[in-house]
T-cell receptor, first 113, second 114 residues
Framework: GESVGLHLPTLSVQEGDNSIINCAYS??????FIWYKQESGKGPQFIID?????DKRQGQRVTVLLNKTVKHLSLQIAATQPGDSAVYFC????????????FGAGTRLFVKA | SAVISQKPSRDICQRGTSLTIQCQVD?????MFWYRQQPGQSLTLIAT?????????ESGFVIDKFPISRPNLTFSTLTVSNMSPEDSSIYLC???????????FGDGTRLSIL
C-alpha cells in the first residue's frame, strides 16, 4: 500500500528506548483529545484518549499528557518496539453544536532494531 | 469498537468521471465522517454525514463536488464528482457512537485520477 507520512517530521529511536511524540493543538475550546497510529496502507487506529479535565492518562505502554495552558499534547511510548513504527497523529474534538475531530500534522516514528 | 468497511479499497479513474465510495459500519452509530488524506499529509475533514439530513461540509468542500448520502445509522456514501488529478488522495470514512468518544476508521479508498 501507499506510504503515509513521507513528508512528516520523523522521530528515530532505538528499540527498547522510550519515545515521546509532541503535538500542539489549535483550539482552546477543544475538550477531548485522541492519539492515533497509522500504519502504511491502513486507516488510523485509536491508541489512547484524554478529556480536558485531566492532565495525564496511562494505558498499556502508552501515556498521554495534556497541558491546556500551552495547548500541548504528548504521547509517551515505553520500551518502544519495531511494531511501533508508524505515523502518529494527535486529534482534538471540538463541540460546535455538533462534534468534529480535527487532526494534527503527524509524526513518523521509526524504531531501529 | 465499530468495524468500518470501505469499498472500493482502491481505484484508478479517468478525469471528468465520478466515483462513489461506500462505507459500512457493523453497528449503529450516531456520527459518521469523511476525511481526505493527501500523500504524505494529515487527515482533513471533508464533512459530517448526518442521518436523515444534508451533510455538514467543512470550509473548502462543497456538496456539488462531494455529495454525501447517509440513508441509515450504519451506511454512508461519498461521491467524488468530475474528478481531476488533484483529487488523487486517500478518502477515509470514520464513525463514532457519539460525540466525545473516539472515532474509528476504515482503511480508506486510494483514488488515483489519470
Amino acid at each position: 500500500g501507499e506510504s503515509v507520512g513521507l513528508h512528516l517530521p520523523t522521530l528515530s529511536v532505538q528499540e527498547g528506548d522510550n519515545s515521546i511524540i509532541n503535538c500542539a493543538y489549535s483550539n482552546s475550546a477543544s475538550d477531548y483529545f485522541i492519539w492515533y497510529k497509522q500504519e502504511s496502507g491502513k486507516g488510523p487506529q485509536f491508541i489512547i484518549d484524554i478529556r480536558s479535565n485531566m492532565d495525564k492518562r496511562q494505558g498499556q505502554r502508552v501515556t498521554v499528557l495534556l497541558n491546556k495552558t500551552v495547548k500541548h499534547l504528548s504521547l509517551q511510548i515505553a520500551a518502544t518496539q519495531p511494531g511501533d513504527s508508524a505515523v502518529y497523529f494527535c486529534a482534538e474534538t471540538i463541540n460546535t453544536g455538533g462534534f468534529k475531530t480535527i487532526f494534527g500534522a503527524g509524526t513518523r516514528l521509526f524504531v531501529k532494531a | 469498537s465499530a468495524v468500518i468497511s470501505q469499498k472500493p479499497s482502491r481505484d484508478i479513474c479517468q478525469r471528468g468521471t465520478s466515483l462513489t465510495i461506500q462505507c459500512q459500519v457493523d453497528s449503529q452509530v450516531t456520527m459518521m465522517f469523511w476525511y481526505r488524506q493527501q500523500p504524505g499529509q494529515s487527515l482533513t475533514l471533508i464533512a459530517t454525514a448526518n442521518q436523515g439530513s444534508e451533510a455538514t461540509y467543512e470550509s473548502g468542500f462543497v456538496i456539488d463536488k462531494f455529495p454525501i448520502s447517509r440513508p441509515n445509522l450504519t451506511f454512508s456514501t461519498l461521491t467524488v464528482s468530475n474528478m481531476s488529478p488533484e483529487d488523487s488522495s486517500i478518502y477515509l470514512c470514520s464513525a463514532s457512537a457519539q460525540g466525545e468518544q473516539p472515532q474509528h476508521f476504515g482503511d480508506g479508498t486510494r483514488l488515483s485520477i489519470l
